[in-house]
């Protein structure tokens, strides 16, 4: 058995990265950039007014000043600032030459139509320079990144309109057992529904993984050969669940060796999910989740989302909080990392949610974190700080 660090260090380090590909901007949300992105001009273009207002000299703020022009946004000015006068301007339109401050329009009167005196001449300028963002050239930016919204408005400023980008994993995801149906079936004598296939293939597509689902397996042998077999030679990556404890129907460490996949581990020090493998060969990769449903969420949150970001180029960080624990916390067995199913209180405290054990699928439903409960920590008291992450 091995750590949680070891496992997630044996899992992301080295891993080949996925080749590259160009796609739309309007295609990139969720994808990792392959390359740095350099603007192709300066931002802002030209000096901008950041207000609506009066563009003027600084040094003829004491006197009566005339209007020449109003310039819109997206117009050229068609007259230079002169002493004793000034143009009407409106937010993130070029400024004209000669003027040095933008006057808002509030801390000015119109004393006739062509006329304007400023109240306040203890004005900020209100210009917003040329190239004081970004300069034509700078790296805007950088590989690596989960595109987000953001990233993706900074792309659409530079042009950038044929992104390069890692290409999306490929995911199989299979269940194990003869006990599960499907959710449409009602479960007959000694049956339950495979909520684990649709809990995986949610949480890989919310990642932007292509995963497809591959059914269920039977507990046999030949069904697990023949499924596993045919999921590795199509996909990049296969998730199962189920079927690698010590049970007499748990073929599937067995089956892995005989597909020529390299079994790295088998057991993680981690509650709840210890009975965790995962396996590789070249880019070929299998991790295998316990079959409870908290478990197989739990390690896909800690390990397999980790790793499949990895491979697309991206070195994810989850969200983490230390906050304070809202009630004492005991446990009996301290001998495994602990990820417990957690919310955050409007309080800004920590509430463990209660549950039954690792097939208590409902407890995540209130669960918005995962709060850390390190080896060999058996009690916490109340008001002590815990490490969550957010989910």
């Not at 989302?305 to 005991?330: C, T």
Request: hydrophobic residues 40%.
């Amino acid at each position: 058995m091995i750590t949680f660090d070891e496992a997630h260090e044996l899992m992301c380090h080295d891993l080949p990265l996925n080749p590259v590909e160009n796609v739309h901007l309007a295609e990139t949300q969720g994808r990792v950039l392959a390359a740095d992105i350099q603007s192709d001009m300066d931002m802002p273009p030209f000096n901008k007014a950041a207000v609506d207002g009066y563009a003027c000299r600084r040094e003829d703020l004491t006197q009566p000043l005339q209007l020449l022009e109003v310039i819109a946004a997206g117009q050229q000015p068609r007259h230079k600032i002169t002493a004793g006068h000034c143009s009407k301007i409106m937010t993130g339109a070029p400024v004209p030459e000669g003027a040095d401050c933008v006057v808002m329009v509030e801390q000015t009167e119109t004393t006739d139509e062509l006329t304007i005196d400023i109240k306040d001449t203890k004005t900020k300028n209100n210009i917003a320079l040329k190239g004081e963002d970004i300069q034509k050239g700078n790296t805007v930016i950088r590989e690596g990144i989960l595109l987000q919204p953001q990233h993706i408005a900074v792309l659409a400023s530079v042009g950038a309109v044929s992104v390069p980008v890692y290409e999306k994993v490929k995911l199989c995801v299979l269940s194990t057992g003869d006990e599960l149906v499907e959710p449409e079936i009602v479960p007959g004598p000694g049956q339950i529904r495979n909520s684990n296939a649709m809990q995986l293939l949610m949480q890989a597509r919310r990642m932007g993984v292509e995963a497809n689902y591959g059914g269920i397996v039977a507990d046999s042998e030949e069904a697990c050969r023949s499924l596993i077999g045919e999921a590795v030679a199509k996909n990049q990556v296969v998730i199962l669940s189920g079927g690698i404890s010590m049970g007499d129907f748990d073929y599937v460490p067995a089956i892995l060796k005989e597909l020529g996949l390299k079994i790295h581990f088998k057991s993680i020090a981690v509650q709840p999910g210890r009975p965790s493998v995962f396996a590789s060969s070249g880019n070929k990769f299998v991790f295998a989740l316990p079959g409870n449903p908290v478990s197989s969420f739990n390690i896909f949150e800690l390990l397999a989302k980790p790793f499949l970001y990895k491979l697309m180029g991206h070195n994810y960080q989850p969200p983490r909080l230390l906050l304070p624990l809202e009630a004492d916390y005991s446990r009996r067995n301290a001998a495994r990392h602990g990820f417990v199913p957690a919310s955050i209180t409007d309080k800004g405290t920590v509430k463990l949610i209660s549950y039954h054990g690792s097939a208590h699928i409902n407890a995540l439903v209130w669960a918005t974190a995962l709060a850390s409960i390190p080896l060999n920590v058996s009690t916490i008291n109340k008001g002590e700080l815990v490490d969550v992450r957010l989910i």
